[in-house]
């Protein structure tokens, strides 16, 4: 019985194989069956609860299920996307581990037969302040930039916050978004038996065998010595499998790709086989490998990266392969598509394993146990600062809102020439050449709001990463997600988890907005510390006429600064009441999604009537914040004055939902207000673009009056300082 | 009495860890027409120039420089080539 | 003008590039891939765009000059054909010595990627012909290898084509991006015919991107070839 | 007979050309309290096992790779470190 406790089982797990398979599995057939059913390849901890989210749409062509989610955008075009995470290798080695992330990430956008065109990255670490968060940091940015970089894919969007909750427990979640024409998108239900299967990339190794295990159990002293061989990034090698998998989809006969991600051969085979019920028949003696002696379980696992499977029509593989030898690539055929549902492994003439593929890939869900935590008070008094100016300098540097630069001035994010709006903004903008559209593209999730009500945290995401696409002009089309929790058997996180569902489900469905791909990332916690609930919503929009596209920054002189959406005091949880007062446990702040909605329309419309200069939602520092970074990215200063009873530092720094501030010539000022009319959205005439400080005052009395050109060295400055203390 | 010493250390990828440079490099030396080549590994070198007393404490502090610094265990192993006096 | 853009395995600027010269100048613009020769009188530009052309991980464009396609580009630009290397491309094209000196890891040993300035200090070459001596463009640069190195007697002064700047042309420590040696931005060979620059003018010569900058090198040559063109032909 | 031969070859920056790693290194040892240290030269170390005849013929086509491929000239200097014959 010891057998089973080694390969992670249950005895409830054994006894299901045992009447499956009506007798006992060898031992290939275990270590198989133990990987699939880890909680990485499995979602058996969350697929049940996976599926309340909404997946369907008008636009969507393809929703969970298959390697990415595509969406239609018109012209014959679809985008194709899709999150996940590397977080406990990045933990262990974060260049190579950040890097192989964004390889890994990068395939499934491939695997669906489009080019990737860009990649999104929201990181998670601790005090910037310890030498080992340091490492992790620049390790996991230098790691993303050399991949990205050489793959010349644009990285060109993401977000980072700092927290002690991630000191061990580093977050890395990458995006990658794809452009497809829609016939030469590929899907597993063109699999049919006899169809050749041909593995291509980089040979098979030894490295990150057991990978998906370890990324299934929470971090300690005893997984540190059972680290599987730490997987070394080759982009090179990746950005020639893109050229060739791109070119190779052009073909009808290649009938479906299939990336090798955790699990390797064993996952990437039994999922080809059990979407459409049939079975695989490999040799594993026709892998190439890249060490002399491997068993079949070694090559069966193998989580080398960088490689791929075609399934491609029997007698045409020749056309197939000359392809990858164009690109410098080996593609040997490896077995075939068969009819009796079995995973069939063969090594030197001999069976290894032969087990239905279906088992492999459905493992026995297991019911989550949640347990309500009780929810925080919403309000405390808290002291008035004496000087408000000096909390907006602070809030300004905090690195939870300052600028980013430092970090995507490392990354490549205009290589593809399609970059109009670049990172920095609310949202990163990409024309598609050849036609009038541009897509929208944002990662969002204050990790904040959801440690302390998950519901309304993952609701809150949802809603931002909307209303990032709204002001550049994008009309939201679908999202992807990435969910990074503790450990799923604690009932704590367990009910964590169903909250950010559920919240995740109400906000999507509000808005519309279907959930087309995404990833689950359990066990992010160590005996001392666990991650906060952190959804990360990744979600892509629309501009049908991207002459029409709209940014942040202040424009003009005498534009008019008008605030969209409740003038707000909201006396809950934000970036203020942390980093001033040191209090993060009180409710976030309140999310009203029909209000939201509103909200979002009525901007979009204007922008789309053309009537906005500039348009830039309002999120962690509040109004004070937001106002600054329309200046500073402007280049130019703004007078505002405010006229209300509440308290000013909330009505500064607060993070009241559902605003966006926006500026726009005098003259479409009645047509604004009138939108807003029309969809009962609360609006308000701030003041002014103009000079070059920017001016705040409440009530007749000046809060803020700082030169642009100050507040832009303090917001800009302030990482690079962090990191080099 | 202090001295000033030269030591070098190499730091090579573990043995099974996958050095996609090593290979590049092996391949385009093939290209060249160096067939006979069957193992080409990339690493770096570090020329380290201290004071120290004697040629037992440049190694002893060489070694805890690669442990704490220049050599990542995870997937790199160190080696000290030589130690030499210098004026 | 007949253009040819050199396409490495790894090159990844290699669209942008022939999107540029076709669209936007709507020039006879072929691929030419780096295991393929060409006649030396078959392009009167060649490209060789930036990326990581075999990987980069021993030294940018190291390997790269051993390709069968680089022995076409040399001959070409014996000729006096127009050669561009931009970014990866003028690293290929010092290891190939076709232009002198070399690129270095930058000096803060980071990859960077964001717009600098650079100032004209020759302006008699076809690349820089329509622009005025010290007239400063703005550009995108992003690399991780751009420190240029050369020996002082290696270097003539007239081969510093362009120079890294500030806003308003001053040649400053901060304005230096990468470390290079004398803020240099592009060089070209003594011929004055192959020019390697590290920004990218490929990145900005459309509108919608925000900055048109880049199409001045690009009109240069235009103008350069038909000038020459006309002037043959007399 | 043909044999098997392992050899080192390491590639430093050339005297006079700026060595940013290295600088970098010592700086984060002088940090990490190596107050020693005088110098730091970063470099690259190859490792290339080949078949040869012998150990002059090894050497021969160690150097040719340096000039052909390995090193730069213009910024980089090479050193052949050992040749040793393995089985
Ligand atoms: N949080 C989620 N929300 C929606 N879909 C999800 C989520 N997590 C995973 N999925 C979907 O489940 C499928 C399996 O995911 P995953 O194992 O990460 O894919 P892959 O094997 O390509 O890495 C994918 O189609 C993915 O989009
Ligand atoms: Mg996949």
């Known amino acids: 019985m010891r057998r089973i406790e080694d390969y992670g089982l249950s005895q409830k797990e054994y006894q299901h194989i045992l009447e499956t398979l009506a007798r006992e599995p060898n031992d290939v057939e275990i270590a198989m069956i133990s990987v699939m059913w880890s909680e990485h390849c499995s979602y058996k901890h969350s697929k049940s609860s996976l599926r309340r989210l909404p997946t369907k749409g008008p636009r969507v062509i393809q929703g969970p299920g298959e390697n990415a989610g595509v969406v239609d955008i018109?012209?014959?075009?679809?985008?194709?996307f899709k999150m996940e995470s590397h977080n406990h290798p990045s933990a262990v080695e974060p260049f190579h581990g950040a890097a192989t992330g964004v390889g890994g990430i990068v395939r499934d956008v491939l695997a669906m037969g489009a080019r990737p065109i860009a990649l999104l990255d929201s990181l998670r670490f601790g005090d910037l302040s310890e030498p080992r968060v340091k490492y992790l940091f620049s390790g996991v940015v230098s790691g993303i930039s050399f991949y990205g970089n050489c793959?010349?894919?644009?990285?060109?969007?993401g977000e980072i916050y700092f927290h002690p909750c991630y000191t061990q427990n580093p977050l890395v979640n990458v995006m990658c978004v794809g452009l497809a024409e829609q016939r030469h998108l590929k899907f597993s239900k063109a699999v049919k038996s006899g169809a050749s299967l041909l593995l291509v990339g980089s040979l098979t190794g030894r490295d990150g065998i057991g990978g998906a295990s370890f990324a299934s159990e929470t971090l300690s002293e005893e997984s540190e010595s059972k680290r599987p061989c730490v997987q070394i990034a080759d982009p090179f090698m990746e950005k020639l499998l893109i050229e060739a998998c791109v070119e190779a989809a052009n073909l009808d006969t290649v009938l479906t790709i299939q990336d090798l991600g955790a699990a390797g051969l064993t996952s990437a085979c039994s999922e080809i086989a059990a979407k459409v019920n049939k079975g695989v028949r490999i040799d594993l003696s026709r892998v190439s490998v890249r060490e002399k002696g491997m068993s079949p379980v070694e090559i069966l696992l193998s989580e080398s990266q960088e490689r791929m499977l075609l399934v491609v029509e029997r007698g045409e593989e020749e056309r197939v392969e000359s392809i990858f030898k164009k690109w410098g690539l080996r593609a040997a055929r490896i077995g075939e598509v068969t009819d009796d549902g079995f995973f069939t492994a063969l090594y030197d003439g001999k069976i290894v394993a032969q087990i239905p593929a279906a088992l492999l890939t459905q493992a026995p869900l297991v019911e989550l146990d949640p347990t309500p935590v009780l929810l925080s008070p919403s309000c405390v008094e808290l002291p008035m600062p004496r000087n408000l100016e000096e909390v907006f300098l602070e809030l300004l540097a905090s690195p939870n809102i300052c600028s980013k630069r430092y970090v995507f001035e490392q990354y490549d994010h205009m290589v593809g020439i399609d970059t109009v709006v670049r990172p920095g903004h609310d949202a990163a903008v990409l024309r598609i050449k050849g036609t009038s559209k541009a897509l929208a593209m944002t990662a969002d999730c204050n990790p904040f709001y959801c440690s302390v009500d998950p519901y309304v945290g993952a609701q809150i995401a949802v809603c931002?990463?909307?209303?990032?696409?709204i002001v550049v002009g994008a009309e939201p089309l679908a999202l992807t997600d990435c969910l990074n929790f503790g450990d799923p058997d604690k009932p704590q996180v367990a009910y964590q988890f169903e909250m950010t569902i559920n919240g995740m489900r109400d906000a999507a469905t509000a808005l519309n907005i279907p959930v087309v791909s995404g990833n689950v990332s359990f066990y992010n916690e160590t005996e001392a510390s666990r991650v906060h609930p952190t959804p990360i919503v990744g979600m892509v929009g629309l501009i049908e006429d991207a002459s029409r596209i709209c940014s942040a920054s202040f424009k003009n002189p005498g534009d008019v600064i008008v605030l969209l959406g409740p003038m707000s005091d909201d006396q809950r949880l934000c970036e203020y009441?942390?980093?001033?007062?040191?209090?993060?446990?009180?409710?976030?702040?309140?999310?009203?999604?029909?209000?939201?909605?509103?909200?979002?329309?009525?901007?979009?419309?204007?922008?789309?009537?053309?009537?906005?200069?500039s348009a830039h939602d309002l999120s962690e520092g509040g109004l004070a914040v937001g106002l600054a970074e329309c200046c500073i990215f402007g280049g130019i200063g703004a007078v505002c004055e405010l006229w209300n009873d509440s308290r000013a530092d909330f009505l500064l720094f607060g993070e009241g939902q559902s605003r966006i501030l926006v500026s726009l010539v005098e003259e479409n000022l009645e047509r604004l207000i009138q939108l807003a009319k029309n969809e009962n959205v609360p609006i308000a005439v701030l003041g002014r673009v103009t000079g070059d400080r920017l001016v705040v005052k409440l009530n007749g009395r000046k809060l803020i009056d700082q030169p642009v050109r100050k507040i832009k060295e303090v917001y800009e400055s302030s990482l690079q300082r962090l990191v080099n203390q | 009495m202090r001295k000033m010493y030269r030591v070098r250390v190499q730091i090579l990828p573990k043995e099974g860890v996958f050095d996609p440079q090593g290979q590049t490099v092996k391949g385009a030396l093939e290209k060249l027409g160096f067939e006979k080549v069957k193992e080409v590994r990339l690493g770096k070198l570090i020329e380290i120039v201290l004071d120290a007393e004697d040629e037992s404490q440049v190694k002893e502090r060489t070694k805890a420089m690669c442990e704490k610094l220049l050599a990542n265990p995870i997937i790199e192993t160190y080696q000290l080539l030589d130690v030499e006096e210098v004026s | 003008m007949r253009c040819a853009v050199v396409v490495f395995p790894g090159s990844n600027c290699d669209r942008d590039a022939f999107h540029v010269l076709k669209n936007v100048f709507g020039l006879d613009c072929h691929y030419v891939f780096h295991g393929d020769t060409f006649p030396p009188n078959e392009f009167d530009l060649i490209v060789l765009p930036g990326g990581f052309s075999f990987g980069d991980y021993l030294r940018a464009g190291a390997i790269a000059r051993f390709s069968p396609v680089m022995e076409s580009v040399r001959e070409a630009a014996n000729r006096g054909k127009f050669v561009l290397g931009i970014c990866n491309g003028f690293q290929i094209l010092t290891e190939s010595k076709l232009l002198p000196g070399a690129l270095l890891r930058?000096?803060?040993l980071k990859f960077v990627c964001k717009d600098v300035h650079i100032k004209v200090v020759n302006n008699a070459t076809p690349f820089t012909c329509l622009l005025e001596r010290g007239q400063v463009l703005r550009m995108p640069i992003a690399h991780g290898e751009g420190r240029y190195f050369v020996s002082k007697d290696e270097l003539k002064e007239d081969q510093i084509?362009?120079?890294?700047?500030?806003?308003?042309?001053?040649?400053?420590?901060?304005?230096?991006?990468?470390?290079?040696?004398?803020?240099?931005?592009?060089?070209?060979?003594?011929?004055g015919n192959v020019l390697g620059l590290m920004p990218h003018p490929e990145r900005c010569c459309e509108e919608i991107l925000g900055n048109t900058d880049g199409r001045k090198i690009f009109e240069s040559l235009i103008t350069y070839f038909v000038r020459r063109q006309e002037h043959e032909a007399n």
């Open chain 1, 151 to 157: 793959i010349g894919v644009p990285t060109i969007a």
């Open chain 1, 577 to 613: 009441t942390r980093l001033i007062h040191k209090i993060e446990h009180v409710l976030p702040p309140k999310i009203d999604l029909e209000l939201e909605k509103r909200v979002q329309r009525c901007c979009l419309n204007a922008i789309k009537d053309g009537l906005l200069n």
């Open chain 1, 74 to 80: 018109g012209d014959g075009l679809a985008v194709v």
């Open chain 1, 464 to 469: 931002e990463a909307a209303r990032n696409l």
């Open chain 3, 106 to 108: 930058n000096k803060n």
């Open chain 3, 161 to 191: 084509v362009f120079q890294y700047c500030d806003e308003r042309g001053n040649v400053t420590e901060d304005s230096n991006p990468n470390g290079s040696f004398l803020n240099i931005a592009g060089m070209t060979n003594e011929r």
